[in-house]
């Protein structure tokens, strides 16, 4: 759907999917008696894949087999949109008005998997939806891209630090946490959700524009001294500051490192930045948010893959903000 997927993702559960939406009244009175005609119908492959799906809890050989015979257990699911949409939204509903912190519990990509894939027939009210959550409104994308730069501007000293004091690997975590944080705000910056962290890089190097900052991350990761390595993540931060300054959305920003308190340790002062964007702020309920401590959404807050795919926890979640 997001064509990110190579083939070492076939190896489990892979085949031709499709979500058949009903009307509540429609799914309670059909849904059964389409999904066993689905089974009846259905070819045993299509476009080279089988339309068998794999049992649960089976790594996916079972539904390869494009030449079994009898009955498809097949991949189209017959739901209604309020389903699909209590799926991967959990309580939040788009179709009515969504507060701040609804767009901040939904991590990103969620967010993809429902505006992205084709729709080929809609009388339900699908698109609308999807046109709704294309992106993040003005001031959540302001907020959060905020909260990237709060969360830069508390790391950016620390990967040199860690080095000076003789933690070669410390430094080395903590780059990488900047270099995370700072991929998911390059995609803030372009108005395009993050995927999932394995997804990243791929999603960067989509994006045309993202080559110097791409570059500069990947020489950063890479270096074997500490003081090499802060150098190059001063690259990608000053890149940052660049592709900032471009969107026109606060008063220009230096675009060159300084020195941290004096300390030879080279910083852009992310947290100047976030103040900035804070300030550009103006709905009411985003910007009470914004005079908090700027946590940023979940994709930022945490990189917990249970957390985010936990959408019993949803309604604590807004309770953060």
Not at 44 to 49: D, I, K, Q
Not at 243 to 250: E, I, P, Q, S, Y
């Amino acid at each position: 759907m997001l064509g990110l997927d190579d083939v070492t993702s076939t190896d489990h559960d892979w085949g031709p999917r499709l979500q058949v939406l009903l009307s509540p009244a429609d799914h309670a009175a059909h849904a059964a008696d389409l999904h066993e005609e689905l089974r009846h119908r259905l070819p045993p492959a299509v476009g080279g894949w089988t339309t068998r799906a794999a049992a649960a809890g089976d790594d996916g050989t079972r539904g390869q087999d494009a030449a079994a015979t009898g009955p498809v257990e097949h991949r189209v699911r017959i739901l209604t949109l309020e389903t699909l949409l209590r799926e991967l939204l959990g309580p939040v509903d788009p179709r009515r008005a969504m507060s701040a912190a609804d767009w901040l519990v939904v991590p990103q990509q969620r967010l993809l998997e429902l505006t992205a894939g084709a729709v080929f027939h809609d009388d339900l009210g699908l698109t609308a939806v999807r046109a709704r959550l294309a992106f993040y409104p003005p001031d959540i994308w302001l907020y959060q891209q905020a909260a990237a730069w709060s969360a830069i501007g508390q790391d950016e000293h620390l990967a040199p630090r860690a080095g000076m004091a003789g933690d070669d690997l410390g430094s080395r975590i903590v780059t990488a946490r900047v270099c995370r944080t700072a991929a998911q705000l390059a995609l803030l910056q372009e108005q395009r959700y993050a995927p999932y962290d394995k997804w990243l890089g791929t999603a960067l190097a989509r994006t045309g524009s993202t080559g110097a900052l791409r570059e500069a991350m990947s020489a950063a990761l890479a270096a074997g001294e500490w003081r090499a390595r802060q150098e190059r993540l001063g690259d990608a931060l000053v890149e940052l500051v660049r592709r900032h300054n471009a969107l026109g959305v606060t008063p220009h920003v230096q675009e060159r490192t300084v020195q941290f308190h004096g300390r030879p340790f080279a910083v852009v002062d992310g947290e100047q930045v976030a103040r900035l964007l804070a300030g550009a702020v103006t709905d009411p309920e985003v910007r009470a948010l914004a005079a908090r401590p700027l946590v940023g959404g979940i994709d930022v807050l945490s990189p917990s893959t249970d957390l985010a795919a936990d959408r019993g926890r949803t309604d604590a979640l807004r309770r953060l903000y």
